[in-house]
């Protein structure tokens, strides 16, 4: 029997390369895309649902699917301060999770980052660390959370800091073995690649997939 897909966050630089990913699979006979804008995309499998994130309790009857792809995440500069920072990248994420495993969801897929630790001193690896860890109580028979390191791929909005640092992480990635390999960048692409693998899987318990992996 074909499953229905749930993804938030299709318009970011994984969701984007995700998306036509999931729509191709003939894992899913529905994609269900949930998002403050709708994205430049039709398909008869596609069903949009358009909503502000803080009120996903709204059309929580439009979010019923098996495979839950959460892509949502910001950087502090976009989000302007910690609070908006929190807001986007743990409150919309841990509700969506608990939103969509009320609603009998089997997987949850999601975008964390290298380095997120719950204890560490860096405000956005510690916002990524509980994040995960409260998307780790939620009742889904599987749980995947993803490590990218940085990210490559073509944004919207280009960030200077990010492609000079792609440029010299790329230069230095044949040196980068062994446990350092979670270091080089990775195309959003191969983590959209990784998730679907990670879903038709169809494995129980909790997983994590580090950077170098993928």
């Known amino acids: 029997m074909q499953k229905t897909a749930l993804l938030a966050g299709a318009t970011g630089l994984v969701g984007s390369a995700l998306l036509p990913l999931l729509l191709a699979s003939e894992r899913y006979a ?9 994205v430049n995309v039709t398909h008869p499998k596609l069903v949009q649902v358009v909503t502000e994130l803080g009120q996903l309790e709204a059309v929580r009857l439009r979010l019923i699917a098996d495979d839950v792809y959460c892509c949502l995440g910001t950087t502090m500069r976009q989000a302007g301060s910690k609070a908006a920072f929190y807001e986007v990248d743990f ?49 889904f028979r599987a749980i995947h959370i993803f ?35 979670h270091y080089r960048p990775v195309a959003a692409a191969t983590v959209a690649q990784a998730m679907l693998r990670a879903a038709e899987d169809d494995g129980g318990g909790i997983r994590v997939h580090e950077s170098g992996t993928l």
């Open 91 to 139: 409150l919309y994420v841990v509700k969506l999770a608990a939103l969509t495993a009320a609603n009998f969801a089997s997987q949850f897929l999601v975008v964390s980052a290298m380095g997120a630790d719950a204890d560490s001193r860096f405000y956005y690896n510690r916002v990524k660390g509980e994040m995960e860890a409260a998307v780790r109580e939620a009742p």
């Open 147 to 181: 490590r990218p390191s940085l990210l490559l791929g073509e944004r919207l909005a280009p960030r200077l800091g990010e492609r000079l640092g792609a440029f010299f992480l790329k230069l230095a990635g044949p040196l980068l073995r062994g446990s350092w390999r």
């Open 30 to 38: 529905k994609v269900i895309v949930v998002g403050r804008r709708p």
